[in-house]
């Protein structure tokens, strides 16, 4: 059976159709909310031949359903806010090396090795839950770091800002976006802390902020921080890797994850790079749950594979099967 050293181990598109196919497989015969959800649609597994004709399922099932399908009981689960009284999802991970292991390797991928740059977090709402898959994984980057500086700050920004400017070495800071526009916007100077640093913005704004688009945060952090980028993650509880955009809203993922898009009025329509749909998502990571989602994410998927992701479908513009729950 694939392993998760195999799928961290995948460098091109052969490796990942070959892995693509045989997590679907067991998981279509042993994750019995896909299992049901495939034969609710009237799709028989071995009649899918090709990665681009697997099914996806919808993201809303990981709040009703028991989404697992490994032998053993699961070691931890990660848990959704459930802001906006939409219900809680629940990501049930067997292995939390696994999981740890995954985040460790993009996350290298795209930024080097944790233990030479110190990880300083602003994530209030976030950090004071513990069934929290990012600030699982930023709490473990913060314990690699090799420089003693970083850490957790909640709401102290005279402290956050402080050490950020005391610290001359590489240094990334990790912001729920209402955390990081509270601080653009709390009338302190905040160039000379943050403007040899990485921010990273991880969304979080619903329910906390007026909803705004990327672009115009983006624009507002980079005026009142004295930076030319605002970096972005793109994770979700329902998910074990991470998708990172150095800048411009253009995401790039790991070679074992893959984001397509679907036409929000037919949810089984792919469509070409450069519309804009649906995401669906390949995380093949995701070994003990489900790896084919459908999230309510709408973006568009670039030329070379990156994506961008412009917010959350309206309810309006979901119709169909996009909503079917078993």
Partial sequence: MIAIDDILNITGGGDFEAAAMEVFYRQARECAPYRE?????????????RV????????ELFKTHYVYCAPTQPETVFTSSGTG??????????????????????????????????????????????????????????????????????????????DLRADAGPKIL?????????????????HRALNDAIVMETGGMKGRREEMSKEELHAILCHAFGVGEIHSEYGMAELSSQAYSGGRNI????????????????????????????????????????????THDVGLVHSDGSFSVFGRADRSEIRGCNLLVL
């Fill in 85 to 162: 009284g939409e219900g809680v999802a629940r990501h049930y991970i067997a292995r939390a090396a696994n999981y740890e292991k995954t985040f460790r390797r993009a996350f290298e991928m795209f930024y080097g090795d944790p233990a030479r740059m110190a990880i300083y977090a602003l994530l209030p709402g976030y950090a004071e839950r513990t069934e929290s898959s990012l600030i699982y994984m930023i709490d473990s980057l913060i314990r690699s770091s090799g420089c003693g500086r970083g850490g957790f700050y909640l709401r102290d920004h005279e402290r956050l800002l402080d």
């Fill in 37 to 49: 959800y495939l034969s609710s649609i009237g799709v028989k597994a071995d009649a899918i031949k």
């Fill in 251 to 294: 995401f790039r993922t790991p070679p074992w994850m893959r984001v397509s898009v679907r036409d929000l009025n037919d949810p089984f329509a792919r469509l070409p790079a450069g519309a804009r749909g649906g995401i669906n998502i390949i995380d093949l990571a995701n070994l003990s749950s489900c790896a084919f989602i459908q």
């Fill in 174 to 190: 990790f912001g729920v976006s209402h955390a990081l526009l509270d601080l653009a916007e709390s009338g302190k100077e905040l």
């Fill in 52 to 59: 681009e004709e697997i099914p996806f399922l919808p993201i």
